[in-house]
């Protein structure tokens, strides 16, 4: 009978999880998911094959099951940050700032596009998970729209839009050329909303 870790069976389990997880986010930052196999992530996980089939049947299944866990806490730190501010400009620069400090593997994996290596099935319940973030940005634009503070305009591709200019994004880890970075962000982004942004910092 394998070893159990943590307190209780459920504590076990949800350890487990959390090992898989990491050992597939830091496979995903080496190579592409598509040479990755079940073997290679229990082998960095350091459990057994069994334990992998044990919470997920095939590698794919993994791999949802890690965006959702991911996606599920990042929209909890947004909406911690998010809280007590009022402003829709504030929340969108909070917005834009919390999207920066990210590091969505599964965005920046090497090898092929996830959507080509990746079912049908699989891609469109990401796509659900995404649009628990996505539901925030829609708040913040719509509530902007109405206080007038942003200009009337189509709530929905402005989302799409502005996700596209900060998913995947190559932020630096040298300091000043990350903060310079994320306030040309910023005000990119502010701008293209419609609303009054700061002007960027000269380098």
Known sequence: MPKIIGKSLHEHRQMTRHKLFTALSTLMAERG???????DIAAAANVGRTAV???FHDKEALLLGFITHETEQYANTLERALDGVDDP???????IRQQAQLTRVFHLAPGPDLRTVLSRATQQRLR????????????????????????PQD???????????????????E?????RTIRAAESFVLRAVGARAPEPVPA
């Open 155 to 173: 709530i929905e591709p402005t989302v799409h839009l502005v996700n596209a200019c900060l998913s995947g994004r190559l932020i630096p880890d």
């Open 33 to 39: 998911f598509d040479t990755i196999t079940l073997a």
């Open 89 to 95: 400009v504030e929340q969108l620069r909070t917005y």
């Open 53 to 55: 089939y044990n919470h």
């Open 175 to 179: 300091p000043v050329a990350r903060e």
């Open 128 to 151: 659900e998970h995404a649009d628990i973030v996505e539901a925030i940005l829609r708040r913040i634009l719509a509530a902007g729209v109405d206080a007038g503070t942003f200009p």
